[in-house]
């Protein structure tokens, strides 16, 4: 599943601006009062500001070339700060075969860089942020997690892994959709879930739009 396009809101524009821009050394593609994104890969970022009593916030996984985990974790860590667990920086998934890191950003995001040794990815330079694949994963919020997964089943997206009431991924090992139970805490921070309305641009199903909790509606117009 290639995730094209992902939209997102924030509470702090100008610091994620400088973020992305300084901090992971991204340039900006696009931007518009209110508004600005970044080319991460195949993926296009957006992000749009709101004014809100709640901060909204979001998990997003990049894929990174899976023999340039270490060279990537030393990266980061020599321009921002890892999130650790128990006095470690980086986790082992076995069941995907993956190795991966966390970090957030400005308006709270929990990011992660993921190197997912089923797929290869030649590097024949130095890692940078020119190197980051594209999005690999973002979490989508609900209080009903099957049901969800099951209008995105019908969508042409299937479920991969994992099915359970609390944390389902769809997709496959390019982008996955993330679909967990609103109040479960996201893995490697001390965030518990919460949903904010985001869209994503999906090859070949569509944009798709969780405006509000537990509904997701799809634009085939957008079709590519």
Do not use: C
């Not at 600005?36 to 809100?52: E, L, N, R, S």
């Amino acid at each position: 599943m290639i995730i094209k396009e992902v939209t997102l809101w924030t509470g702090n524009l100008e610091k994620t601006r400088s973020y992305y821009r300084d901090k992971l050394e991204l340039e900006i593609s696009a931007e518009a009062p209110g508004q600005f994104a970044v080319q991460i890969g195949t993926t296009k970022v957006t992000f749009h500001a709101v004014d809100m009593p709640e901060k909204p916030y979001y998990h997003l996984a990049f894929n990174i070339p899976a023999q340039q985990f270490a060279e990537a974790k030393a990266w980061a860590k020599s321009r921002l700060t890892l999130n650790e667990v128990k006095g470690e920086d980086e986790v082992f998934f076995e069941s995907w075969n993956a190795h991966a890191f966390y970090f957030e950003d400005p308006s709270g995001n929990l990011l992660e860089f993921i190197a997912r040794h089923n797929r290869e990815h030649p590097a024949e330079v130095p890692f940078s942020a020119s190197a980051l694949l594209g999005v690999s994963e973002v979490g989508i919020v609900t209080d009903e997690v099957l049901p969800l997964v099951r209008q995105l089943n019908d969508f042409g997206i299937p479920s991969w892994g994992e099915v359970s009431e609390g944390f389902t991924p769809v997709g496959d090992e390019t982008g996955l959709g993330i679909v967990v139970k609103r109040g479960r805490q996201w893995f490697f921070s001390n965030l518990n879930a919460e949903f904010y309305p985001l869209e994503m641009l999906v090859e070949g199903i569509g944009r798709l739009s969780f405006p509000e909790l537990n509904v997701v509606n799809k634009k085939t117009n957008d079709i590519d």
